[in-house]
């Protein structure tokens, strides 16, 4: 399973340095999450790191 940015995302970027795989980047017109590359941080967090910074709550499970 992956995260994903909705729309709702305001671009402040407080979750791109929290990704230890970088999988977020600056997409247009907000953040993206690469699919291939989010891991939901297993192996390295027990929880998804950039979901608690996000001031929106826009970072949610991928269908």
Do not use: R, S, W, Y
Request: contains cysteine; proline residues 10%; aromatic residues 2%.
């Amino acid at each position: 399973m992956t995260l994903k940015i909705t729309d709702e995302c305001i671009n402040c970027g407080a979750c791109e340095p929290e990704c230890p795989n970088e999988a977020i980047t600056q997409g247009d017109p907000t953040f993206k999450i690469n699919a291939t590359k989010c891991t939901e941080c297993a192996g390295q967090h027990d929880a998804p790191q950039c979901v608690p910074v996000c001031p929106v709550e826009c970072i949610i499970k991928a269908a």
